[in-house]
């Protein structure tokens, strides 16, 4: 995975950061796009093991002011996948503008979520966002949105929260 940072840094324009081997927000790194309309996509795509779109893991990142587009694509023939994967203590942070938050995951055998928060936080912020999960594996559990002993702050903005989850075998949630 690669390391998103705030090196080249964000500006007030419409930045755009894109990786095909995923991201990651690392440990103790906090990542603030400040203004304008960002675009943070990673994508990954493994024959087998455990994949993330985006990892963020004991940090944080803040989408600032802009209306944003935050995109984690996982996919893998067998293995745990997540497009959008916060933990340990991460945070999203969607902020004030009309943000879109997509997370995508798909595998043939393993679980799969769209987004999944495991002990951190996913923060809708002021703005009407978007947040979308779509998750998909032929064998095992599968969510589109999933909190796992997070939380999920909707903000005070007027927002959209859902998710998809298909299987042929095993459990299935949406939201």
Known sequence: MAVLNNEPPFTNQGDVRISFDGWIVSPGVGVDALGGDDIVEGLVAAGDGDVAGILISSAALDAGGGGDTIQ??????????????????????????????????????????????VGGTLNAGLGADVIEGNAATGDGAVAGVEIVSGALNAGSGRDIIQGKAITTRGAAAGV
């Open 72 to 117: 984690g694509r996982g996919a893998a023939a067998g293995g745990a996948v997540n497009g959008i994967l916060i933990i340990l203590g991460g945070a999203l942070n969607a902020g004030f503008g009309d943000d879109e938050i997509q997370g995508m995951a798909a595998t043939n055998v393993g679980a799969a979520a769209g987004i999944e928060v």
